[in-house]
């Protein structure tokens, strides 16, 4: 079946801009996760999503970020007034139920860059 | 919390020479354990995961890694490199967040370079 996509692939956007970057998960995962990338670095863990409710928040950086998700499907997460350090790779993935600890599907990601 | 280490950000072997790339993790219960490989320009997926049973685990691609608990390694091998893995290769652990499942620590990466 459909891996996991996200939308768009690429946002460049001015600062004190918001952005919504979408995630599809592949149909049926429960779980669904947000990780941001900045330019050769590691992977920094944003949220978590058990079917529609964030048992995890911790990882978002400020009250700029927040993140929905509708039933078991889409989520988007929205970065309102951005700033130039909000520039990085955007990855969403999903797994089948994130109560068990299991691997990670991941999306292609959403290039942001703030200008 | 679990963490993750991964020695090396830059590893550089020769085509056909043997792939060692080091991760260390801590935590206080048995872990959940992965490899994950993003090739350029593209997003992550799954090498190979250790969860319960056997150390040794074999992945896709020709690579393994064994589970050390004495040591809390989790070292990724494979003994002959070929120039399409050239890629970055991150170590990963899951860690509980209580009643509402699990969340996953990446390392910060290491990047595997193979010379012609």
């Known amino acids: 079946g459909a891996g996991v996509s996200q939308s768009p692939s690429n946002k460049v956007t001015e600062k004190g801009k918001d952005v919504e970057l979408r995630c599809d998960p592949i149909?049926?995962?429960?779980?669904l996760y947000w990780y941001r990338q900045r330019l050769g670095q590691g992977l920094e863990f944003l949220i978590y999503?058990?079917?529609?409710?964030?048992?995890?928040k911790s990882g978002l950086p400020s009250d700029r970020f927040s993140a929905e998700r509708t039933g078991e499907s889409v989520s988007t997460l929205t970065i309102q007034r951005t700033q130039q350090e909000d520039s990085a790779v955007y990855l969403c993935?999903?797994?089948?139920?994130?109560?068990?600890?299991?691997?990670?599907?991941f999306g292609p990601g959403t290039r942001l860059t703030v200008t | 919390a679990q963490s993750v280490t991964q020695l090396g950000s830059h590893v550089s072997v020769s085509e056909g020479a043997l792939v060692l790339l080091r991760c260390n993790y801590s935590?206080?219960?048995?872990?959940?354990l992965f490899w994950y490989v993003q090739y350029p320009n593209q997003g992550l997926q799954l090498l190979l995961k250790?969860?319960?049973?056997?150390?040794l685990v074999k992945g896709i691609n020709g690579f393994e890694a064994e589970f050390k608990k004495s040591e809390t390694s989790f070292h990724l091998t494979k003994p002959s490199a070929h120039m399409s893995d050239a890629a970055e290769y991150f170590c990963?652990?899951?860690?509980?967040?209580?009643?509402?499942?699990?969340?996953?620590?990446f390392g910060a990466g290491t990047r595997l370079f193979v010379k012609a």
């Open positions: 993935a999903s797994s089948l139920d994130g109560r068990t600890g299991r691997e990670q599907y």
């Open positions: 149909s049926g995962h429960t779980a």
């Open positions: 999503f058990q079917g529609n409710s964030a048992p995890d």
């Open positions: 935590s206080s219960v048995p872990p959940y």
């Open positions: 250790y969860t319960t049973g056997a150390t």
């Open positions: 990963a652990v899951s860690e509980s967040v209580g009643t509402g499942g699990f969340k996953t620590i």
